[in-house]
């Protein structure tokens, strides 16, 4: 503070103004330029028959 106890016209920070590279995040998951839901929701899988093939793809996909 100077003699007179008038405040400094700065009273808060600022951060600087910073642009940062940003990546364009990897897909995780289905291949949708492999996999075809039109023609995977056309086989019409009951719910057992969907659990087992989702586990038999699964296994491939890990190589187990």
Known sequence: MNAKGKK???DKAEEPA???E???P???GID???F???AEFAN???PEEAKAESIRRIRE???K
Do not use: L, M, R
């Open 32 to 34: 949708h330029a492999t």
């Open 44 to 46: 019409g899988y009951t």
């Open 22 to 24: 940003v990546s364009k």
């Open 36 to 38: 075809d839901f039109d």
């Open 26 to 28: 990897e897909q995780q």
């Open 18 to 20: 910073v642009n940062y």
């Open 8 to 10: 400094s016209k700065i």
């Open 61 to 63: 996909w890990w190589g």
